[in-house]
């Protein structure tokens, strides 16, 4: 019933910049929290950004003053920008979203995007 369709992610030499997109179609009433997470090989997932339906944000203590998430609701759209990149920055790229549908509310989540950060 909805989908999320990540781009913007590649490789990228450190200290460089990417910015990624996630957009939400389908069935959608409103989007609650939008997140990005990342998983690395051998590593859990964890939390880069996420922001409300009102634009609050908070961000993983590693991303901190180098990322920024940001949201088009019109479009139902969320962004990342990606800034001083780090090797260590690299990982799978995934964004979540609460959805709200008609009375139902799903998690949705997109396929990933790879970023890799070169030294």
């Known amino acids: 019933q909805v989908q999320l369709v990540e781009s913007g992610g590649g490789l990228v030499q450190a200290g460089g910049s990417l910015r990624l997109s996630c957009a939400a179609s389908?069935?959608?009433?409103?989007?609650?929290?939008m997140t990005w997470y990342r998983q690395a090989p051998g590593k859990q997932r964890e939390l880069v950004a996420v922001?409300?339906?009102?634009?609050?944000?908070n961000y993983g203590d590693s991303v901190k003053g180098r990322f920024t998430i940001s949201r088009d609701n019109a479009k139902n759209t969320v962004y990342l920008q990606m800034n001083s990149l780090k090797p260590e920055d690299t990982a799978v790229y995934y964004c979540?979203?609460?959805?709200?549908?008609?009375?139902?509310?799903?998690?949705?989540w997109g396929q990933g995007t790879q970023v890799t950060v070169s030294s």
């Open positions: 979540n979203a609460d959805v709200q549908t008609g009375y139902i509310l799903i998690s949705s």
């Open positions: 389908g069935r959608i009433f409103s989007i609650n929290d």
């Open positions: 922001i409300s339906s009102g634009g609050s944000t």
